[in-house]
Each structure stands twice: as C-alpha cells, then as structure tokens.
C-alpha cells in the first residue's frame, strides 16, 4: 500500500467512521425515526386517511400484548443476524451488502438436514452449523476479491447476491424439491424445528439464537483483543498497521462473522416458521430480509444491543402494519415508506448538527437581508 | 434456433437494453464527479409509477417528461444529502430503495388494483413497425446517448471539470471550481436519465407497471458501470449483453428439453462482471474520491 493509498483509504474510513459514532447516536436515531413516521403521516394525509388511528392501530397491533409482542419478536429475530452483517463489516471499515444472498444460502443449507435424521437437540445444532457454513462460505468470495484484488466490497456483494437468488432459485425448486409440491423446498423435519415459543404465534426459539449471536458479537467486539483489533482497524487503518495490527486479517474476519450471521438468519426462518418449515421459490418469507437489516444497523448505531432494540422497532412496524391494514385500512406497503424515509434521515451524519446548522444559515440570510438596507441607508447619509 | 428465432432474441434483447444503458450512462457522469448511487433502482421505480400517470394523463411525452422529473427530483435529494450535508451515500441508497418499494406499491393500491398498473392505451409511446419487427424509437437514444457523453466526458471542458471533481476535489477547488455544485448537477443528470429509463420501462416499452418493476436493473446498470470502468460505450456494450442474457434466460425457459437451467444463463452476467473487477479479464480503475463528501481543510 503506497502513502497515497493509505492516505485516501484513511479518509474513506472517517466518512464510515462519522456514521458509526455519531454526535449523540441514541437521540440522532430518534430524530429518524420521528422524521420517517412523520414522512409516512403526510402520505397518509394526502390521500387521506387518517396516520393518528393508523399510528395508534399499529403500535396496537405491535406492542398490544403478548401475542402482539411475540410476533414483533418473530420479525425482529432475522434482522437481528442480518443487521449484525452490515455492522459488524461497518464496524471493520467495510459496506458488506450480501447479508441478502448470504441468507439465502444459510436457509438453503438448513433445509438439507431434512435428509437425514438425527436426535432432537443435535439435528437443530447441525441445522444452525450448516447455515453458519454457508452463510460464511458465501462471504468467502466478496472477502476474498476485497483482500487479494482490492475489489469494492460493494459491488461484489451485489454481485452474489444476484448469484444466490438465482443459484438458490435453481436448488430450492430443482435439487431440494418438495415432490409432492413443486412450489416449495422438502420440509424440516420435526426433529429439527425450532419449537413454538407462545402458541397461535410464529416466535421460536430462533429469537434465543440470534439475541445470543448480538450478545457475542458483543462481547468480541467490547471485551477481547480481537474486536478492539477490528474496531481500531475500522477507525484508521493506518493507525492500527502502524500499532501492529493485521488489517487483513480483521477485515477476513469480519466477512466471515457476517457471513454466519446471515446464514443463522436464514436458518432462524426457515426453521422457526410454521407451518411448511420450508423454502419457497422466490424466497417470499426471506425476501427483503437481508436489506431491511442495513436499515435496523444503521438505527442500531451499529452497536449490537443498538440493533436489538431497533430490530424490536422495525418488527414492530412489520407485524403492526397488518392491524394499521384491517382497523384503519392503510395499506401495509406503508412500512416501507417509512422505512425508507428513516433511513434516508440516518444517512445524514449528525443529524443534530443539520438543525442548528441551517437555523444559522437562515439567521445568516435573513441578517444579510436586514444589512443591505440599513448599509445602503448608512452611505446615503455620508 | 433459426434465423427469426434469432432476431426475435435480438429485439426482445435491444429493448431490454434500453433502461440499463440510460440508467448506466447517467450513472457514469455520477460516478465520474464522485456520487455513488445505490438508489437508483428505487428512482427506476418510481419513475416508472410516475411516468405511467403522466402518460395517461397528457400522453407518452408527458409520462417521459415526468419520469424525468421524478428521477431530477430523487437525486436531487440524494445530492443535497451527499455534497452539503456530508451525508453517507451507501445509506442514503439504501434509503431511497426502500422508500420507493413502499411508495410505489402504496401508490398502485391507491390506483385501484394491487401490485400491477396497465398503462392506457393513449398513454403508449408507440413502437415503429419495420421489416423485422416492432422496434421502440427510444432504442436510438440509448444508442446515441453513450457516444455523445463519451465526447462529452473527454473532450469537454465541462467533462474534465467533472473528472477533476471525482480525481482531485482539493486540487480543483483551488483552480476555482466548486465541487458540491458540480456533484450536484452531475447526480441531477443521471437522476434525469434513470428517471427517463423507469419512464420508458412502463410507457414505452411493457406499458404496465408493477410493485416489482424494476426488478433489480437498476443494481444490474450499476454492474454496467462496473464492467465499463466508466467509459460510456462499453456501459453500453455491458448493457446490451446483460439485455441479451435477460432474453436468452426467457427463451432458454420455452425449451422443451431444459439444455441447461435458465437459472445458470441468467447468473452468467453477473460472474463476467466480477471477472472483470477481479481484473481476470482487463483492468478497471475508478476515480479516487467516489462514494467520499468532499470537505474544504
């Protein structure tokens, strides 16, 4: 790496590093998520519904009650593994936006175990491997171009994301076909469903696995050499090579706990999901799953206890979006708006600062308007 | 395959090529001043919505005129985030995608049916009979447009001012230009051409519009962009290759005995593109300053 590249790498790094830690990262999510229900309430206004009884149906149907509760948990449990995906990278310097195709393929490999049976307990523990492998192999390539030819870890993330919808479409509906219904995957056996949490809902224990991946992502991150090694390596690499730490390494690294992370999300669906415990072709009940994950990393802060909160959020805003549809007849698709509109908002670093900063640009026009009279008053005079 | 077999590949191929080569080139002049745009496949899409309403509203050069002015207005925004307010492009992208998701297929159950819209028939821009079949007149934009920013790119002032923004933001700074002006325009540009692209995929070329519309093309006219190294005529060969597998994928599914799984047919363009940002097939460089705000010292 010459001086130059070293230099300009380090000033790609400080933009990355602006949108992990922000000025006041808890407030500046807030702000977002304000700004984007707020978008969402103007759509509604104009054409008109009415967003206070949609807004009050959906955190009804939300965070209403246990059953409420469960099926946020049940959204909330793939964005969990899937947000730690992109910020686990972010966190290492990295924009890694495979968490999609990594998480087809996990779920791909989950549904082999349904060729061969195993005890209980086991067949479930070989499940989440599996899928952990393929999640890991998947980032293997990105991780791969990224550190040997200096490939943009963008564009070879959407590269195989496209080459895991396809390849994923060609072995869900072709290799691992259900025979009797050519519409979807076989089924994972009972021995290796994720068990029911709370009955009528679609919350399984995959909420278990993927709050304890944040825990450990966690624990690496804040309390080992390894992840202070990453996260110094995120913040400036020239600073860490110099400190003696291989950026290659961590970069490696962090692909492949992404790349877990995805496929335990794909697993954790697949698994977890009555009735059929299966693939369809398409992916409707993955579909999505892996951006929407970017979003709740970036209201996380990227921090892992972060995500699980805003991965409560945006389960919430998912399954209490089917209440807003019935009680104030808002179309579901309205979570996404908002959404969108969110993350829009999180993508301008400190957010905060944006208020006072255009407050002061218009204190200052507003002055500059004020001064030219009064000045052209003053030379009159003279 | 025989020979109207063939041509029929051949068209079905041109007509897909159109938006990703629009979308491409429009990109290019983005990523040639220093803006990455991860959105455009939701400008794709909600151009396409709005070119749709225009066009029946005030016929086909309406709806094209509209879908330009949504994209104009959608990178507007994302340009304003990502010059003056130092924003982080990939997220702002991200953002736009998803907003757009949402809006359209909001916006299509507000129209009466969900998931799909047809385009009334007055609102169509026809396409012009000749003897090997039914050809949309946009064709020839896509064509022309790449050669003419090519010239635009490297012969002009202009262009230069923009390479500078994207090579060199300090030097050009101090040689009097202003960086986050000429971003924005340039992000404006290609927001202008992704939006006439979205607005040829539903007036002029499948006359309908769906909540899957864009279908993932505009991702794939990044991927152009990629193969090209940001030269505007090979973004339009990568287009047309990329058009030609899409129809390639369609008829290798009308096969009766499956030669190979159009599955396989429709992933190879996305394994030559990699090949060749791997460097295994030639060598592409990209400005130094994209996907970074630019910030005086």
């Not at chain 1, 104009?46 to 469960?70: D, H, K, T």
């Not at chain 2, 507000?110 to 609102?123: A, E, F, I, K, R």
């Not at chain 2, 230069?160 to 994207?166: I, V």
């Not at chain 2, 597998?245 to 990699?274: C, D, G």
């Amino acid at each position: 790496m010459t001086a130059q590249e070293a230099q300009q790498q380090s000033r790609l790094l400080r933009g990355i590093h602006r949108t992990v830690t922000g000025l006041h990262p808890a407030l500046e999510s807030l702000i977002a998520a304000v700004a984007g229900l707020l978008v969402g309430a103007l759509l509604m206004v104009i054409w008109g519904f009415n967003p206070w009884e949609a807004y009050s149906a959906l955190i009804q149907g939300a965070y209403g009650g246990s059953y409420e509760w469960a099926n946020t948990l049940s959204w909330a449990t793939p964005l969990i593994l899937t947000a730690l995906t992109f910020s686990i990278c972010l966190r290492a310097g990295m924009f890694n936006i495979g968490a999609e195709g990594q998480m087809y393929m996990g779920a791909l490999a989950a549904v082999c175990i349904a060729y061969f049976t195993l005890p209980p307990g086991l067949h479930h523990l070989v499940g989440l491997l599996f899928a952990a492998a393929a999640g890991a192999i998947w980032s293997l390539v990105p991780a791969a171009l990224k550190l040997m030819r200096g490939v943009s870890e963008v564009i070879s993330t959407i590269m195989f994301n496209w080459i895991a919808k396809w390849l994923g479409l060609y072995l869900a509906l072709n290799i691992l076909v259900d025979s009797m219904r050519a519409e979807k995957t076989v089924s994972i056996p009972i021995t290796a469903r994720l068990p029911v949490l709370v009955k009528g809902t679609s919350l399984s224990a995959g909420i278990f696995v993927s709050v304890a991946f944040a825990l450990v992502i966690y624990f690496l991150l804040w309390h080992t050499a390894t992840g202070y090694e990453l996260r110094a390596a995120g913040l400036n690499p020239t600073a860490a090579r110099y400190g003696g730490i291989r950026n290659k390494r961590t970069m490696f690294l962090s692909f492949i706990l992404g790349g877990v992370a995805a496929g335990l999300a794909g697993a954790t669906i697949v698994m977890g999901l009555p009735p059929t415990y299966a693939a369809f072709g398409g992916f409707p009940q993955l579909l999505n799953m892996g951006f929407n994950g970017m979003a709740v990393a970036m209201v996380g802060r990227n921090h892992p206890i972060g995500i699980i909160v805003a991965a409560i959020f945006f389960g919430g805003l998912s399954s209490g979006g089917g209440w807003m549809q019935i009680l104030a007849g808002v179309p579901l698709e309205m979570i996404n708006v908002v959404m969108g509109a969110i993350v829009l908002t999180m993508s301008i670093p400190e957010l905060i600062r944006v208020f006072p900063a255009a407050k002061n640009g218009i204190q200052k026009a507003l002055r500059s308007m004020l001064r030219k009279p009064r000045s052209a008053a003053g030379e009159g005079s003279a | 395959m025989n020979f109207s077999n063939f041509i029929d590949l051949l068209r079905i191929a041109l007509h897909a090529m159109v938006p990703l080569a629009l979308t491409a080139v429009g990109e290019i002049v983005g990523e040639t001043a220093g803006l990455f745009n991860i959105g455009l496949e939701g400008i794709l899409l909600l151009s396409a919505f709005a070119g749709a309403l225009g066009a029946e509203i005030g016929g086909p050069f309406v709806g094209l005129l509209l879908g330009m002015a949504v994209g104009a207005v959608v990178s507007l925004l994302f340009a304003i985030i990502n010059t003056y307010w130092q924003g982080t492009q990939m997220v702002t992208g991200i953002g736009i995608n998803l907003f757009a998701m949402g809006f359209v297929a909001f916006g299509l159950i507000q129209l009466g049916v969900p998931g799909h819209h047809v385009v009334t028939n007055s609102g169509h821009l026809l396409k012009i009979r000749t003897p090997m079949g039914m050809y949309s007149p946009m064709i020839l934009v896509a064509v022309i447009l790449p050669f003419v920013i090519h010239w635009f790119l490297k012969r002009t002032r202009a262009g230069l001012m923009l390479k500078a923004a994207g090579e060199m933001p300090e030097a050009a700074d101090v040689a009097g230009i202003n960086i986050n002006r000429i971003r924005l325009l340039a992000a404006v540009f290609g927001g202008i051409l992704a939006g006439l692209a979205g607005a040829y995929m539903s007036v002029g070329w499948l006359y309908m519009v769906t909540k899957g519309f864009a279908a993932g093309r505009g991702f794939i006219a990044l991927a152009c962009v990629v193969f090209s190294g940001l030269n505007p005529l090979l973004a339009l060969l990568a287009a047309f290759v990329f058009g030609f597998f899409q129809a390639l994928a369609e008829w290798v599914k009308t096969l009766p005995n499956k030669i190979i799984p159009y599955e396989f047919v429709s992933m190879l363009p996305y394994i030559v593109t990699l090949l060749v940002v791997s460097g295994a097939i030639g060598r592409v460089r990209f400005p130094k300053f994209l996907g970074e705000p630019y910030k005086r010292e």
